[in-house]
């Protein structure tokens, strides 16, 4: 099946600095990649939409100047969480889809701010 | 928007099967999907159905959808202790976004 790798698993920051989140699809070319957030013992929550070389759409209540998405080739999308705050801590999961048919997911990124 | 529900927890002995049941409401959905989560893990693609086939199967895992009643099931035959995890169901929307149900936690116990 598919890959998709998402880097860090883990990460933990300062209040007010910036964390990036990688999401790299590895053996195929991702038109559409999506980035989810999960609170505890929650479901996934759509943040955004990206699609290679045009700018992402985010989802309803998602700031777009704090959670900096880009997706700059067809196997790479970046989630930058910008002056991150504790309540920002939480579970980031990315999502990589060919043309059409199955999503697959990366591992996920547990992000604690401090 | 698309609504996923999904009863929130199920409990079965091992051995027996286990039935996991979602509801949506956009009749456009044309992917649908299980996934497993385990704990702080990330999500692992069970299976999928198309939304021209009612029924899929996979060694131990079954896939049930009604159109009509827009229901999906995931079946689980002789389910193992190792089976305890979070299951979500998710849908593709119009737009091809996956809108992802609450979540079942599925408990085994032996």
């Known amino acids: 099946g598919a890959v998709v790798s998402q880097h860090p698993s883990w990460v933990i920051c300062k209040s007010g600095t910036s964390v990036k989140i990688e999401c790299r699809s590895l053996d195929f070319q991702a038109t559409t990649m999506f980035w989810y957030r999960q609170f505890p013992k929650q479901s996934l929550m759509l943040m955004a939409t990206?699609?290679?070389?045009?700018?992402?759409?985010?989802e309803q209540g998602v700031e777009k100047d704090k959670f900096l998405i880009n997706h700059a080739s067809l196997t790479l999308s970046t989630l930058t969480v910008t002056s991150a705050h504790p309540e920002d801590s939480s579970f980031y999961i990315c999502?990589?889809?060919?043309?059409?048919?199955?999503?697959?997911f990366g591992q996920g990124t547990r992000l604690t701010v401090v | 928007g698309e609504d996923v529900e999904q009863s929130l927890f199920l409990s079965v002995r091992e051995g027996d099967s286990s039935v996991i049941n979602c509801t949506y409401t956009?009749?456009?959905?044309?992917?649908l999907y299980w996934y497993k989560q385990e704990p702080g893990a990330g999500l692992q693609l069970l299976t999928y159905i198309f939304s021209n086939m009612d029924m899929k199967q996979d060694q131990r895992l079954t896939v049930l959808l009604n159109k009509k009643d827009k229901h999906l099931s995931l079946r689980i035959a002789d389910t193992q202790t190792g089976d305890s995890a979070i299951y979500f169901c998710?849908?593709?929307?119009?737009?091809?976004?996956?809108?992802f149900g609450t979540g079942t936690r599925l408990l085994v116990s032996p």
């Open positions: 999502s990589a889809r060919k043309r059409q048919g199955e999503a697959f």
């Open positions: 998710a849908v593709t929307t119009g737009f091809q976004k996956l809108v």
């Open positions: 956009d009749s456009s959905s044309t992917y």
């Open positions: 990206s699609n290679e070389g045009s700018k992402a759409t985010y």
